[in-house]
């Protein structure tokens, strides 16, 4: 079992970025193969923004460009770093290992 627990959100004027930070515990063997950042808008569907694995990144279309995963295992630590903001990108943003979640960072832009 590996509990995630992300922090950085927060309340941002379209253009500007902000860092998300999630630092895993526990059974973290599955953290060091597939660690992800996903979002849920209200009334949306939980999406994927992008992930790390041992082969490499992959993005949603609408964050290419803007948005960087990365990942310091040393510290059991990944990163979201957002810039380029829009309005769209409002939403609840939650770390993912497979089979655990953590408990989302809300991130607001404002237009």
């Known amino acids: 079992q590996v509990k995630l627990v992300e922090s950085g959100g927060g309340s941002v004027q379209a253009g500007g970025s902000l860092r998300l930070s999630c630092v895993a515990s526990?059974?973290?063997?599955?953290?060091?193969?597939?660690t992800g950042w996903f979002r849920q808008s209200p009334g949306k569907q939980r999406e994927l923004v992008a992930i790390?694995?041992?082969?490499?990144?992959n993005y949603a279309a609408s964050v290419k460009g803007r948005f960087t995963i990365s990942r310091d295992n040393t510290k059991n630590m990944v990163y979201l770093q957002m810039s380029s903001l829009k309005p769209d990108d409002t939403a609840i943003y939650y770390c993912?290992?497979?089979?655990?979640w953590g408990q989302g960072t809300q991130v607001t832009v404002s237009s």
């Open positions: 526990g059974t973290i063997f599955s953290f060091k193969s597939t």
């Open positions: 790390i694995t041992e082969s490499g990144t």
């Open positions: 993912y290992v497979p089979n655990s």
